[in-house]
């Protein structure tokens, strides 16, 4: 397990050592809440305002927790596959990591390594249509599955440049771009 996060996170041991000391103090049953995620996320925010952050007007903070809210919300939404209300560890790190990315290849790296579930390092079809359908609703998007399948089509069509319906890493993060879908979702 260790190793999988370390490879998806791009996290040294020791971080993730960390992380799972604090992880297993705040939930020693080795389960976190929603409401615990929630809580956590916008503490990491918040908790290193810059200079400029400080000197800002409260109210853009107002809308600020709002939006941290609804990502981690979303997050939440996500990993909690067996919609139990709870997330345990390697979860719980791929979803705080979703919080620290900026550029499109990082985003897309991220995508990648949350639906190649078991770290293989390709993902087909069904993990596409897995990823599309969390995509959706972590946005809190109603799609019909007609428009479900087209998204599919799209991305599968911009990805799978060799037609072997297995997607690599590599192939995911450079072509995926030219799928209008994951365009749109992250311009």
């Known amino acids: 397990m260790i190793s999988t996060l370390i490879e998806k996170t791009e996290m040294s041991q ?3 050592r960390n992380h799972h000391d604090s992880f297993m103090e705040i939930c020693p049953d080795g389960t976190m809440t929603k409401e615990k995620f929630v809580e956590l996320v916008e503490l990491s925010f918040n908790s ?10 409260n109210n853009s903070s107002e809308n ?5 809210e609804f990502l981690a919300d979303s997050l939440f939404r996500v990993f ?12 719980y790190i791929m979803a705080l990591h979703a919080t620290r ?33 969390s995509l959706f609703e972590m946005s809190q998007i109603n799609v019909s599955d007609e428009e479900l399948k087209d998204c599919c089509i799209d991305v599968m069509s911009a990805v799978d440049v060799d037609n072997n319906g297995e997607i690599s890493k590599e192939e995911f993060v450079e072509n995926a771009i030219n799928s209008k879908f994951i365009y749109q979702l992250l311009c």
């Open 48 to 57: 290193k305002p810059t200079q400029d952050e400080e000197n800002e007007v």
């Open 80 to 91: 909690d596959d067996d919609k139990s209300g709870t997330m345990e560890f390697p979860e």
């Open 64 to 68: 600020m927790n709002e939006e941290i």
């Open 14 to 16: 020791e971080e993730l």
């Open 101 to 133: 990315l900026n550029s499109p290849e990082e985003k897309l790296k991220w995508i990648f390594n949350v639906f190649d579930r078991d770290g293989g390092g390709t993902i087909d079809q069904d993990e596409i249509t897995s990823m599309i359908t």
